[in-house]
């Protein structure tokens, strides 16, 4: 990129950014300091802006410049994240929205140890979350980086470290600062961001190919250097039974993983009532579908029009399809609407990532001050209170996420939060699940879910390709890989819900009726819900 086009994106990074901190800044004159306020929002915002929040939520870094980019170089096995990430939102929806905003008040803690034993309950479902929110936020911080490299024309070193570092501070000072009230009004001009800009860029493909799906796809084929294969399933997960097997895992943890996403969940404590909630996830349905068909659109528009050789040369994992696509809808490097257009989509993905980070971190911190730093604290000794921890873990957590994020920084990041997806499904979603619908249910199956479920998915990912014994691992240079495939999913999320079981029927301790009874008709009907 030349200097004016650089110049041009980092102006409209700076305005993004003093945006955010004047919301925040005003946002933090404006409230009294309670848990409420801080993990969320007051309990305030109204359907509309719930949904806009959590469509800005979940359309991360992964799903603006990965899941694209995947598209770019994959064709139609790209296209399995997009579905993956769109329908696992009807499992919030049918099974979980209305139940978690009845049962729980901040975190999803809340939710199972309303009817078991507080303390081993809540540490196991703190730790698993705060693992799920490190894992999602590596994934931000990877698509940041590859993101200004473009930018400046370089492709590591000095730039990504800087890059890296300044997201994190910020998303530390928007989550101390603001709280849940100042990250969802970041979130929600986020979202109105990136669905126009999405917008402009489908729209344009389109007009290049006159409106003709077959014309762009042909074109796609016809680019990507695999003819029709590119078309066809298999291109990235057919090639033996261990690639099918990995994609039965993928799909099966972006299906699953969406029900046990701490920063998601989060979003359902910010509406005053459980309807409210059912309705927020009705309203970002719509805008999140919309926008993952659109970027299926750009996926095959980027392998068309920009091809596979140039997105491989600017970034092998394809996160910047987006960003050269938009330069060449605009008329190429050398032009002015090139420029404009591409700084205008870089400074939307850049907004993304802050925008996400922010919520993840809040949802990270919540986990560790309201459920391990109020379990795990001595009683008698000098108390801080539960927001003053959160705001000191969101620091704590920002520089793990940083360290990560640099280790990280040359894998796809739709890549990385399908990885997070599979941890959420394995270790969130079976203790969610039992505690809401198993009357049977004890604390010792709860513990034994989570952990059952999380311990062997981190592991079969350290064992894994991702980490060691491959080109493009974490580690290429060593090689302890065990297990043969990408993504745990597979195995793991079952281990969770076995688990669940076995630490169930083992268990000595009697399961509360009564107390299953009450969080029944409280999950259902909303009686005592905060």
């Not at 298999?234 to 299906?255: H, K, M, N, P």
Request: proline share 3%.
């Amino acid at each position: 990129m030349t200097g004016g086009h650089q110049t041009l994106a980092l102006i409209l990074f700076s305005v993004f950014v003093a945006v955010t901190l004047a919301i925040t800044t005003w946002v933090s004159r404006n409230r009294h300091g309670s848990a409420e306020e801080f993990y969320a929002g007051g309990r305030l915002f109204s359907p509309m802006e719930n949904g806009f929040a959590i469509a800005g939520d979940y359309a991360s870094a992964a799903s603006f410049l990965g899941a694209p980019g995947l598209i770019a170089l994959f064709g139609y096995d790209g296209v399995l994240y997009t579905v993956g990430f769109l329908v696992g939102w009807l499992v919030v929806l049918f099974l979980l929205a209305e139940l978690v905003r009845n049962c729980g008040r901040f975190t999803l803690a809340d939710v199972v140890a309303a009817r078991m034993t507080e303390r081993p309950v809540r540490i196991a479902a703190g730790t698993s979350s705060v693992t799920v929110s490190v894992l999602y936020l590596v994934a931000q911080m990877v698509g940041a980086g590859s993101l200004v490299a473009l930018l400046l024309g370089r492709t590591g070193g000095a730039e990504q470290v800087w890059t890296v570092i300044g997201v994190g501070a910020l998303m530390v000072i928007y989550v101390s600062l603001g709280g849940m009230r100042a990250t969802t009004w970041i979130q929600i001009v986020k979202a109105v961001a990136l669905l126009g800009g999405t917008v402009v860029l489908t729209v344009l493909v389109m007009v290049r190919f006159h409106g003709n799906v077959d014309r762009l796809l042909l074109s796609a084929a016809a680019h990507s250097g695999h003819a029709a294969d590119f078309l066809a399933p298999g291109l990235r997960y057919g090639g033996d039974w261990t690639a099918r097997l990995d994609f039965i895992s993928l799909g099966l943890a972006l299906v699953l993983g969406t029900a046990g996403l701490p920063h998601i969940l989060s979003r359902f404590y910010t509406v005053p009532t459980a309807q409210a909630a059912r309705r927020s996830v009705l309203w970002s349905i719509g805008l999140i579908g919309g926008f993952y068909l659109m970027s299926i659109v750009l996926g095959f528009g980027a392998a068309a029009i920009v091809g596979q050789q140039a997105i491989r040369a600017s970034n092998a994992a394809g996160n910047t399809a987006v960003p050269l696509l938009a330069l060449d809808l605009g008329g190429g490097a050398g032009s002015t609407a090139g420029a404009v257009l591409f700084a205008v989509v870089a400074a939307v993905a850049f907004a993304t990532i802050l925008a996400v980070v922010a919520g993840i971190t809040l949802a990270s911190s919540a986990s560790v001050a309201h459920d391990l730093y109020a379990s795990l604290r001595r009683r008698g000794g000098r108390q801080r209170s539960e927001v003053a921890v959160a705001r000191i873990a969101a620091v704590g957590i920002g520089l793990v996420a940083i360290a990560l994020g640099l280790l990280a920084r040359d894998l796809n990041v739709a890549f990385l939060v399908g990885l997070a997806f599979a941890v959420a499904a394995s270790s969130n979603l079976p203790v969610l699940l039992y505690s809401l619908f198993w009357r049977e249910f004890t604390t010792r199956g709860a513990v034994w879910s989570v952990y059952g479920g999380l311990i062997p998915a981190l592991a079969l990912v350290a064992l894994s390709p991702v980490v060691s014994g491959s080109p493009d691992a974490l580690f290429p240079g060593v090689d302890f890989q065990f297990f043969p495939l990408e993504n745990p999913g597979i195995v793991s999320v079952p281990l969770g819900f076995l688990a669940g079981w076995l630490g169930t029927v083992t268990s000595s301790e009697p399961p509360d009726e009564a107390k299953h009874a009450e969080t029944e008709v409280r999950s259902l009907t909303g009686a005592g819900a905060v």
